[in-house]
Each structure stands twice: as C-alpha cells, then as structure tokens.
C-alpha cells in the first residue's frame, strides 16, 4: 500500500515539475517575441511588482515558519502520547491537517498584521 502512494506522489511531482517548466519557457519565448516587436510596455518587465511581495516579506515567512515549526511540534507531542497513528484508519490524514491548519494560521496572522500597518 504504501510503495502504490510512494509511486502515486512521485508520478505528481515529476508532472508538476514538467508543467512548471513548460510554463516557464513558454512564459519566456513570449516575453522575448513582445520584446523584440518593440512592445515593451505590454511586456510588462519593466514596470514594479507592486502588492503584498512588498510588504513585510521577512515577518511573512518567518511567521509561517513559526507555525509550521509548532505544528510539527504538536503532532510530535500528540503522536508520542499515542494519539496519533500515522500508518492507517481515521487519522492517517490527520498529522497533515494539524500542518496545514497551523501553516494557514501563520499566513492569516501575517495578513492582520499587515493590513493593520497599512491604515
């Protein structure tokens, strides 16, 4: 059972990788032909990335490693206790919930903080 999802995660990963990797060819062999018709302006390499990659990069991600490293630590702290089973049944999935719950906290945290800063 578990080589089937091993192999079932590894065929996803090797797709995502080619899919990101067509995206970026194609994304670059567009901007090259935009570019050399003189159209720089639609190109859209020279104007700022404006948004929320301005704001606060540092404090985003460190909170999200913040939580995420306190996930870890809770699901540790629950399988130790015998709470969590990792191999099958109701809560085999329920190790990656508790990561990803406490991951969207991190990113939530970091979205009221920053929109607070801003008015």
């Known amino acids: ?3 089937q999802i091993g192999a079932a995660i590894v065929t996803a ?5 080619i899919y990101s990797l067509l995206i970026a ?12 018709s003189g159209h720089l302006e639609k190109a859209g390499i020279l104007e700022a990335i404006e948004g929320e ?3 606060y990069p540092t404090l985003k991600w460190g ?16 399988s130790r206790a015998g ?6 049944g109701a809560d085999a999935f329920l190790p990656l919930g508790i990561e990803l719950v406490f991951i969207a906290g991190g ?13």
Request: glycine share 6%; net charge positive; no cysteine.
């Open 83 to 88: 709470r969590l089973n990792w191999d099958q």
């Open 63 to 78: 909170l999200v490693t913040l939580f995420a490293g306190a996930g870890m630590i809770l699901i540790q702290i629950l």
């Open 107 to 119: 990113f939530l945290t970091y979205f009221f903080i920053a929109t607070s800063k801003k008015s």
């Open 13 to 17: 990963v090797v797709f995502f990788g």
């Open 1 to 3: 059972m578990s080589e």
């Open 25 to 36: 060819l194609t994304d670059y062999l567009l901007r090259r032909k935009i570019i050399k």
């Open 53 to 55: 990659s301005g704001t």
